[in-house]
Structures are given as structure tokens and as C-alpha cells.
């Protein structure tokens, strides 16, 4: 908002009330990450503008459900493919894989349908190439941050 100083930002749990979450300064564009966000709880978002003590209108809302990021906990080769796994996040209905090859940019190569499953073993990988992957949760419309990455050459 052109001549504001900054933002409130504006969260609630669930049915709860709205409670102020923080104050962002500057008028241009604005990012803010919510650090406090719980896994599998679901929370709707608003901002208003403010200039000293004259405050904007509500902005539209925006509800989400968060849903924790995975950790991305091994990778191996083997003669039936590179074995990417990671860590079960509580809540989670299935997991999306993504890969690069070299340096080429991610694509998704799989969406894994069960919470249940923390493995993916890339079949078409091929030998003396180097892959990378990395993995987000997904529960819903949901979907979490990406995994860190992990990198291996494949020897088979």
C-alpha cells in the first residue's frame, strides 16, 4: 500500500479469533513466514496497512493447512535403481519426488500416495549420471516446504 509504514499480520486457529502475529515494516513488497505454524493445524491469514495510528481496511483472507516439511534422510545406489528416503511426517496423505539431473532444473518424478511410505526407488536412473532429489509432503490441497537435497552418482 503506496505511503504505509508498514503491517500487522493477523492469524487464526482454526474457528478462533484473529490475534495479532506481527508487525512488518516498509510498503513495498512484503513477505512474512510464520516460524509458530504447528503441523496439521489450520490457520487463515489476514493484513492490514498502517500509518502511525491509522490502520488500512482487512485484507481478503487466506486459509491454510501447514503441514511440516520432511527430511530428507538417505540416498543409495543399487543395481535395481537409486533408493531416496526420507523421514514419516505425522499427518501427512502422500509425498511428492522430485528430481535434477546434472544441473538441471527439479522436476516431479512421483507422487507417492500413502503417508506411510518414505522410499522411492528411482528405476530409470542411469549409471554414471548424477541425480538429485528432494521430497515435500503433501496432506489435501496442502503441500509442505521441500526436504534439504541429496546427491549421488549412480554407479549402476
Avoid at 511426517?89 to 511428492?96: L, P
Avoid at 542411469?126 to 503441500?143: D, E, M
Avoid at 509442505?144 to 549402476?156: G, R
Wanted: glycine share 10%; with cysteine; hydrophobic share 30%.
Amino acid at each position: 500500500v503506496n505511503g504505509c509504514v508498514g503491517y500487522y499480520v493477523y492469524r487464526k486457529e482454526g474457528s478462533g479469533s484473529f490475534k495479532k502475529l506481527a508487525t512488518v515494516k516498509g510498503e513495498g513488497k512484503v513477505t512474512y513466514t510464520d516460524k509458530t505454524a504447528k503441523n496439521g493445524k489450520t490457520y487463515t491469514y489476514k493484513v492490514k496497512a498502517y500509518d502511525g495510528k491509522v490502520l488500512s481496511a482487512d485484507s481478503a483472507t487466506k486459509k491454510i493447512t501447514f503441514i511440516s516439511a520432511p527430511k530428507a534422510k538417505s540416498i543409495a545406489t543399487a543395481k535395481a535403481g537409486v533408493t531416496f528416503t526420507w523421514n514419516k511426517v505425522t499427518g501427512a496423505t502422500g509425498y511428492e519426488v522430485y528430481r535434477a539431473t546434472g544441473n538441471g532444473s527439479f522436476q516431479k518424478i512421483v507422487t507417492v500416495k500413502k503417508g506411510s511410505v518414505i522410499k522411492f526407488v528411482d528405476k530409470s536412473a542411469k549409471k554414471g549420471k548424477t541425480y538429485k532429489y528432494k521430497v515435500r509432503a503433501v496432506k489435501g490441497s496442502a503441500k509442505s516446504a521441500f526436504s534439504s537435497v541429496k546427491t549421488i552418482k549412480d554407479k549402476y
